[in-house]
């Protein structure tokens, strides 16, 4: 999901609790690594031979549109609408948001012209906004108890269907950590900034002098570094709405906020052992997934979304990538620790104002095949090679990323936290950490830049 113009806001959603703010006119949003077309989906084998999901009959003939803003997965929903359709006799035209457009400037002008989707795959952030005037209700949907955990409420109310579950951490290419100690890797044995740090240390006097790959994108170090210091609030989502508060209201001053120094103590940590230390903001996206395949590196921050590029630098399934925590001090107890952000990052919306009742059934037959019927869960999955977040899919990821993230929601290793701020806040703050990784600032000036950023808000 890397692209080197960013155009768009990937927003994580918000738990099952979150309290909803009110909007307005400005958007807000967890930024993650925006989606590239260009990166292409390995695809599993799908049996179709077992499909007890049962159909409506009465929908052959109906046509619905799915707006996709998950740009990597175009194809993957194509073959899933068209695997349906052969199922259903419903039609599923996929509409792809061309790059360029935001998914909520695409939805509103779509609005504007009459002719809205049936569905759309939005950002938690665009769902927050228009659900309650557009979207169809559907908390009533029998899915909704497969995915308890993963559910956006807005006034406690369900509009929306969560898609995926995306989280990051820092990815470790394990051969290569083994290789150069010349002993087996146990990860569950960091537990702490300090136990890191050693390794790191150890490392280093191993061969790998700069073990680590830092991102200098804003939108990395804006939205994926810095906005932990909400999101490790207490872990949640309303946790991170309430720090947020609390700072924007003049409550809680940066520079008395422990999350933000213990953040800026592990970021100082990933800067001493940057592979490009020498000029971070010359690093190149492309090369840290070759730097960390290719064992120059062993850690790379980052998201699950990076296994295309990991895989393009020769990273084979079979490898043994995975994540450690972000960590922040050392505390083994605090869930920081042992723990790694994990979120749904996409959410499917339905019409409600121009889609008529044939059409909104439909639709929910989609949805409910993909969480129900055999081939739509494999495809899911497989096809579309998304973390599911049913908890009634049997099917596991097969990228090494992925499977990790699987595993850890599965054994309660993954916090669900996802913090909503505007949307300049990853270019704007992500400016002031690019400063600070370059050392043109220091720790005060950067803690400066971000309560003056809140300050700012109205």
Not at 1 to 10: E, I, P, Y
Not at 32 to 60: H, R
Not at 216 to 225: M, P, R
Request: net charge negative.
């Amino acid at each position: 999901m890397k692209k080197k113009s960013v155009t768009s806001l990937l927003a994580a959603a918000l738990s099952v609790t979150v309290a909803v703010t009110a909007l307005t006119g400005c958007r807000f949003g967890f930024a993650s690594d925006p989606d590239d077309p260009s990166e292409e989906v390995k695809e599993g084998p799908i049996d179709t031979s077992i499909d007890t999901f049962e159909y409506d009959s009465s929908l052959e003939g109906t046509e619905i549109t799915l707006l996709n803003t998950k740009a990597e997965i175009q194809t993957a929903l194509e073959k899933m609408g068209k695997q349906f359709e052969e199922k259903s006799g419903v039609h599923v035209e996929v509409m792809p948001v061309t790059d360029g457009d935001s998914p909520y400037t695409k939805m509103i002008s779509l609005y504007n012209a009459g002719d809205p989707p049936t569905l759309a795959i939005l950002d938690t952030t665009d769902v927050k906004a228009l659900a309650e005037e557009k979207a169809v209700d559907l908390s009533g949907e029998k899915w909704t108890a497969e995915a308890e955990e993963y559910l956006t409420r807005i006034n406690g109310k369900v509009y929306s269907f969560p898609l995926c579950i995306e989280g990051r951490g820092m990815i470790y290419n394990k051969k290569v950590i083994e290789e150069a100690l010349g002993e087996e890797f146990d990860p569950e044995t960091i537990t702490t900034l300090s136990e890191f740090e050693a390794l790191l240390k150890k490392l280093s006097e191993s061969g790998i002098e700069k073990p680590v790959s830092v991102a200098k994108e804003d939108w990395s170090l804006g939205a994926h570094h810095l906005q932990y210091i909400y999101e490790t609030y207490d872990g949640t989502s309303d946790g991170a709405a309430e720090v947020i508060e609390k700072i924007e209201g003049g409550k809680l001053e940066i520079e008395s906020y422990d999350r933000m120094s213990q953040l800026l103590d592990m970021f100082d940590v990933l800067k001493k052992y940057n592979v490009a230390k020498a000029d971070p903001l010359g690093a190149d996206y492309d090369e840290m997934a070759i730097d960390l395949a290719d064992g120059k590196t062993a850690f790379w921050f980052n998201g699950n979304w990076a296994w295309p590029n990991l895989s393009e630098a020769g990273a084979e399934n079979e490898d043994e990538y995975g994540f450690l925590p972000y960590f922040m001090n050392d505390d083994e107890e605090d869930f920081v620790n042992w723990q790694i952000q994990a979120s749904p990052s996409k959410q499917v919306m339905m019409d409600d104002q121009v889609a008529t009742d044939n059409e909104q059934a439909a639709a929910k037959e989609f949805l409910n095949w993909i969480v129900y019927s055999e081939v739509g869960q494999q495809m899911l999955v497989k096809t579309c090679n998304v973390i599911p977040p049913f908890t009634n899919n049997p099917y596991e990821p097969s990228d090494p990323l992925s499977r990790d993230i699987y595993e850890k929601v599965h054994e309660g290793k993954v916090f669900n936290a996802a913090a909503i701020v505007p949307n300049d806040h990853w270019s704007v703050l992500g400016a002031a950490m690019q400063k600070y990784l370059a050392d043109r600032s220091d720790r005060e000036e950067l803690m400066e830049s971000v309560q003056e950023y809140w300050d700012e808000q109205e």
